[in-house]
């Protein structure tokens, strides 16, 4: 059984940065993908950064590319997401997800293992 819990959320203002975390347990990570994920109010959830395991290539949605950063770690099991210059559009629950294959699939429902999720909000 797989467990993904968030943290490191929370309410910032606009142009300030978070770090979000993503704490892994269960099946090996090796051929594994790993993944941001996020859903605002009344909006579908959404591919934010994904990245694979063993490669460690990395994948952004166009909307954050050169704000956010994903890596892992794996001697701690480990994935995070610091987020830069963050500003109201940013505003979401942020969701860490897991898959077993290749690091080009980005579509949610590839994705078998969910965290709870973690708010961000960014006021003006």
């Known amino acids: 059984q797989v467990q993904l819990i968030e943290s490191g959320g929370g309410l910032v203002q606009a142009g300030a940065s978070l770090r979000l975390s993503c704490a892994y347990s269960?099946?090996?990570?090796?051929?594994?993908?790993m993944a941001w994920f996020r859903q605002a109010p009344g909006q579908e959830r959404e591919h934010v950064a994904r990245?694979?395991?063993?490669?460690?290539?990395?994948f952004y949605a166009d909307s954050v590319s050169g704000r956010f950063t994903i890596s892992r770690d794996g001697s701690k099991n480990m994935l995070y997401l610091p987020m830069d210059r963050l500003d109201p559009a940013h505003t979401a629950t942020y969701y860490c997800?897991?898959?077993?294959?290749?690091?080009?699939?980005?579509?949610?429902?590839?994705?078998?293992?969910w965290g709870q999720g973690t708010q961000v909000t960014v006021s003006a």
């Open positions: 997800a897991f898959r077993y294959g290749l690091a080009y699939v980005r579509s949610p429902p590839a994705f078998d293992d």
């Open positions: 269960g099946r090996s990570l090796s051929g594994s993908v």
């Open positions: 990245i694979g395991w063993n490669s460690g290539r990395t």
